[in-house]
Nanobody
Framework: QVQLVESGGGLVQAGGSLRLSCAASGSIFSINAMGWYRQAPGKQRELVARITSDGSTNVADSVKGRFTISRDGAKNMVYLQMNSLKPEDTAIYYC????????????????WGQGTQVTVSS
């Protein structure tokens, strides 16, 4: 079992910045990837950014140039630096992790955090 806890959300004015953090804990054999998804009111949950164990990243077009994802493998943490925030970035942001809980687990399992609210005002 892997637990994910997000922090760093809050209320910020347009143009401001926030840094989200996510810590993975529990039984972890290996982590294949960690990332951030978000869900705005009335919309489906969507990928914001994702980073694999080898450092490869996938970033949504809507946040390219503004958001940066990074990780600390030794600490099992992932971060999302959000700059030049816009009202349309308002959403609940969820940490995501694809991990194997033991060496005999052949297929990575997907885990989700509880979410942290990001609200950007005009």
């Amino acid at each position: 079992q892997v637990q994910l806890v997000e922090s760093g959300g809050g209320l910020v004015q347009a143009g401001g910045s926030l840094r989200l953090s996510c810590a993975a804990s529990g039984s972890i054999f290996s982590i294949n990837a960690m990332g951030w998804y978000r869900q705005a009111p009335g919309k489906q949950r969507e990928l914001v950014a994702r980073i694999t164990s080898d450092g490869s990243t996938n970033v949504a077009d809507s946040v390219k140039g503004r958001f940066t994802i990074s990780r600390d493998g030794a600490k099992n943490m992932v971060y999302l630096q959000m700059n030049s925030l816009k009202p349309e970035d308002t959403a609940i942001y969820y940490c995501n992790c694809d991990a194997r809980a033991s060496m005999i687990t052949k297929v990575p399992r997907t885990y989700w955090g509880q979410g942290t609210q990001v609200t950007v005002s005009s």
